[in-house]
């Protein structure tokens, strides 16, 4: 479980300029590229059958986890306001909250909440109550493989660190046939993938270890993977997983939903059981999450148990967050701000990103409350 007492090391990003990233978001967007009604027929109809006065862009930059859910959510909110825009950056999340904190984006998108330092800094461009974070998108991490013909393995906290700090580095160690009898492990070399960029994901990974197995993996969680251990990188969860693809014996961990059948993925022990992952699993795990202590009574930071005890959870599971101003200067901002944040959390949002990238929807409890945090920021 998180110590919400205990500060978490991240290494910072370089800050982007407002102005530099909205330019990038441009770039990167789908709106606006040559046509009218970007997202398709059904934005031209709603368009032309009217019902919605909200217009404006509003900027996002983080998580690379939710990008796929980001463009599900983008695409059904800007088809009900065909005069909005959501623009969204995915850069990792290391990059979103820096850009939040340096008042270059709206908001961020983050698979960690702020941390208090964070908190301290940010509220020279969110106001004196600083920023709330809301839980949109719930995924387990994959433990991913590219052995050909294994599609499954048994795997424990321990072996996984083992496997990812360089010390257990062949597919037919003792360690792993011990898990998986029956399974023809290959004598094959293990190659381990981690993430270059400041990362949520790496930040839950290295969480579930740690609590799990500190023994095993003594370094404390962290958005950096540790610069002291052998281990190759690449950018984002889509470049480890295309890293990972295209290596025969690596490994890798990574948002599920980017993880197709080319890789093998690992169930986790937990208590005397191997858990699968998937989405319902991993909202299983989240449902055993209490909240942080010590934040603002519309601040939903989650505090996950790496070892449920409810049958089935899949504890290798980020908690990926909108992490928006408690209030903003711009009207405009801050209608757009409720309006998407609203969507995203609804019945109808959370479902749509399920279907497109089975993610979890988010527990009705935590539905609930985010929808209050969102009708909670103010102008200023």
């Known amino acids: 479980m998180l110590n919400a007492s205990r500060p978490r090391r991240r290494t910072r990003t370089v800050r982007l300029l407002r102005t530099g990233a909205v330019t990038a978001l441009a770039l990167t967007a789908l709106a606006g590229c040559g046509s009218d009604y970007p997202l398709g027929e059904e934005q031209r109809r709603a368009a032309e059958q009217g019902g919605s006065d909200l217009s404006g862009i509003l900027t996002g930059v983080g998580s690379s986890a939710q990008n796929a859910a980001m463009l ?69 991490i994959s433990v991913a493989f590219n052995l050909p013909g294994i599609q499954e393995l048994n795997l424990d906290a ?21 898990q998986n009898e029956g399974v023809d492990l290959p004598d094959l070399p293990i190659t381990p993938i981690a993430r270059a960029d400041d990362s949520g994901t790496t930040e839950n990974f290295t969480d579930y270890l740690h609590s799990v ?10 958005g950096s993977w540790p610069g002291s251990l052998p281990t190759e990188r690449s950018q984002g969860n889509a470049g480890v997983v295309s890293l990972t693809a295209g290596t025969e014996g690596a490994v890798t961990y990574a948002d599920d939903s980017l993880v197709d059948e080319s890789l093998g993925k690992a169930r986790v022990k937990v208590g005397s059981e191997y858990v699968a992952v998937s989405g319902e699993a991993a909202g299983t795990a989240v449902g055993e ?41 711009d009207p405009e901002v801050l209608e757009l701000a409720r309006a998407f944040g609203h969507y995203v959390v609804s019945e109808e949002g959370q479902r749509a990103a399920a279907e497109a990238v089975q993610s979890a929807p988010l527990p009705d409890n935590l539905r609930t409350e985010a929808q209050e945090a969102l009708d909670s920021i103010g102008l200023r």
């Open 213 to 222: 197995a500190p023994e095993a993996w003594p370094d404390e969680e962290d």
């Open 289 to 329: 999450a209490s909240r942080v202590e010590g934040t603002g009574p519309h601040d939903i930071a989650l505090e996950l148990d790496r070892e449920p005890d409810a049958a089935g959870a899949y504890p290798v599971v980020l908690v990926s967050y909108h992490v928006y101003c408690t209030s903003y200067t």
């Open 158 to 178: 321990t072996t996984i660190a083992g496997i990812f700090r360089g010390e257990i580095t062949r597919w037919d160690d003792p360690a792993i046939a011990a």
């Open 72 to 140: 599900t959510w983008r695409s059904g909110f800007e088809s009900r306001h065909p005069d909005a825009q959501v623009q969204y950056l995915s850069a990792g999340s290391g990059a979103g909250r820096s850009a939040l904190v340096g008042g270059g984006t709206d908001f961020a998108g983050s698979d960690a909440y702020l941390d208090e330092e964070e908190q301290a800094e940010v509220r020279q461009f969110c106001g004196p109550d600083g920023a709330i974070n809301i839980p949109v998108y719930i995924s387990p």
